[in-house]
């Protein structure tokens, strides 16, 4: 079942860095094959629960392993039965 995952990442690293390692985070969800969509804030991911989380868990480890001594993330998501996608809460906004 399709569900939302929403990651915003904040490594840790000297402020100069940070984007360098953000980038590396949405690189890696761009190469896990799942359909996101990048904000300003947070990335939003469809798919399922389980793989969505292997990949928030991944991005903590690709920070560490990018200089960060510690990154704080939040997550948020969005469950329902049947299923839920990106495009049903913002195609009427695109």
Do not use: F
């Not at 469950?79 to 809460?89: F, L, P, R, S």
Request: hydrophobic share 45%; charged share 30%; proline share 4%.
């Amino acid at each position: 079942m399709k569900c939302n995952v929403s990651l915003q990442v904040i490594p840790n690293v000297p402020p100069e860095e940070v984007y360098a390692v953000v980038d590396k985070v949405i690189e890696m969800i761009k190469d896990a094959g799942v359909t996101h969509v990048v904000g300003p804030m947070e990335t939003t991911m469809e798919g399922e629960l389980r793989a969505l989380l292997e990949i928030v868990a991944r991005a903590q480890e690709l920070c560490l392993e990018h200089g960060a001594g510690r990154v704080v993330s939040v997550v948020k998501i969005d469950y329902k039965a049947g299923g839920v996608t990106i495009d049903e809460k913002i195609e009427k906004y695109r």
